[in-house]
């Protein structure tokens, strides 16, 4: 089992910036892949970002690449996402999750956190 608490989000204008956390806990975070996703209201839940168990490979949507970054501090457990110019149609839950076999198939998922980006 493991344990996925997310953290950071808020209300922000439109051009600032955030950083969601995603303490783990239950199983040997760097055993895994985690990523985030975010689902805005009345639309389907999308992936974000990924980072490999060890930091070495990223991958981003399309809409967030060269603004959102991702990345991990095994020591301490946790995944961040640092969203930088943000803009209202970043407006969402924010969800981390945790692969625990390196298929893209995610096994645990957080509660999420709202992000709201304000115009």
């Known amino acids: 089992q493991v344990q996925l608490v997310e953290s950071g989000g808020g209300l922000v204008q439109a051009g600032g910036s955030l950083r969601l956390s995603c303490a783990a806990s239950?199983?040997?975070?760097?055993?895994?892949?985690m990523g985030w996703f975010r689902q805005a209201p009345g639309k389907e839940r999308k992936f974000v970002a990924r980072?490999?168990?060890?930091?070495?490979?990223?991958y981003y949507a399309d809409s967030v690449k060269g603004r959102f970054t991702i990345s991990r501090d095994n020591a301490k457990n946790t995944v961040y996402l640092q969203m930088n110019s943000l803009k209202p149609e970043d407006t969402a839950v924010y969800y981390c999750a945790a692969d625990m076999s390196a298929t893209s198939t995610y096994d645990y998922w957080g509660q999420g956190t709202q992000v709201t980006v304000s115009s």
């Open positions: 239950g199983r040997t975070f760097s055993a895994y892949a």
């Open positions: 980072i490999s168990w060890n930091g070495g490979n990223t």
